[in-house]
DNA sequence: CAATAGAGTTTATTTTAGTAAACTTGTGAA
DNA sequence: TTCACAAGTTTACTAAAATAAACTCTATTG
């Protein structure tokens, strides 16, 4: 048994805070080993006491900052690592097709999306084609914005693309445009039929 | 004046370790305020006490694991965003156009690609042209590997893409693939004219 | 222009983290 | 075996973080 109760006791007698959600000390371990130091080698990289160490890596206590800050210095990795790590990246070896016209539809009043390699689930970046059936600004109520990068390819057809900083610029076939999607963002139709577009979101 | 040395006596006393690399209190500080929050109203959503909450912004205290998972918390944020945050985003409100034929060309004996809205650097996505010149597996010495997922589009004509623990498909025209750039991955054109593709890679 | 209250800081104290040194456990050489 | 010692844990203590309460500073209102 542990002697002293610190982070249970920090946890349990905080109810509406959730407990630990990463394992900490589990993880330094695993990088420890990995790399196939001793405690003793690592607290003279970090300036740690062996004994600090080993209390962190059995969750004997909640190090400070300080000590996290040398502690990642020591190891040779960077904050995010740290914690990021643990979830896997969901992609690992992976590959999905979609067939021309065989995307996931997701029709609205002035965009026809087409959903592609929707059976990825948590991907990078989000691609889709779309038909834009909108031919007037007047026709969305507000500009169009959200988190991350857009890039634009004109696949057939010519549109304009608004956006809220530039004038509008008229973009034909093979045409592209890369933008912050933050900023309001609107494509309309221009030629006689509706256009295609490919777009790709990355957040 | 501080009434500790806390902080500065810890990193000054400790030469071969960074000083604090990241202003842990001012990105604090700074988020709650972009909320309008109190001191008081975070201390009641983390659980921290208010004049803790106080030192943490002021630099004057290194707060310990368990506090950073509570602000963490009660602030709605992920760790990574505490941390890296503080890098601003480069694409903020901007737009790049690439004219059809216009883009950075970059040559090589089995792929003639063209880069797309070259002129941003930090962008999350690179997206290129593609006309495939080769035609055979053989041609390539390795797989191609590089970090990060991929986002293949046929343009025109018609392609064989090989990929590591794959069979060989046959994409066509409007045709899609996503895929785990790690992961080998070769593409060659099938069709008597020299297919065109669209590749956008996101790291 | 006091009086009051809200927001943040500092003080004084308790609690917890951090350390050196003692202890335990496992392993390999003599 | 037993000795030596390397790796890790626990103990006893010191240093620092966390807290409640007191304090300062501003702004607002009767």
Chains 1, 2 share one sequence.
Do not use: C
């Not at 040398?70 to 990246?89: C, N, S, T, Y």
């Not at 834009?132 to 549109?159: I, M, Q, T, Y």
């Amino acid at each position: 048994m542990v002697s002293r109760p610190s982070l249970e006791t920090a946890t349990a007698s905080d109810p509406d805070h959730f407990v630990e959600p990463l394992e900490l000390g589990k993880r330094v371990k695993e990088i420890r080993l990995t790399k196939g130091w001793t405690l003793e080698e690592v607290s003279k990289r970090t300036g740690i006491a062996r004994s600090t160490l080993s209390k962190i890596e059995n969750d004997q206590v909640s190090p400070s900052f300080a000590i996290v800050q040398k502690l990642i210095g020591g190891l040779g990795m960077d904050l995010p690592q740290l914690f990021v790590e643990a979830q896997e990246h969901s992609m690992a070896g992976r590959r999905d097709i979609t067939r021309s016209g065989e995307g996931e539809p997701h029709p609205t009043a002035t965009y026809e999306h087409e959903l592609l390699s929707y059976s990825i689930s948590r991907k990078k970046m989000v691609p889709f084609k779309t038909i834009v059936r909108a031919r007037n600004f007047s026709e969305f109520k507000e500009w169009v914005r959200h988190d991350g990068e857009e890039f634009l390819l004109v696949l057939s057809g010519s549109v304009v693309f608004y956006s809220e900083f530039y004038e509008p610029v008229e973009l034909n076939e093979g045409d592209s445009v890369y933008y912050d999607a933050t900023m309001g963002h609107i494509v309309v139709s221009l030629s006689p039929e509706d256009a295609q577009i490919l777009w790709v979101v990355a957040r």
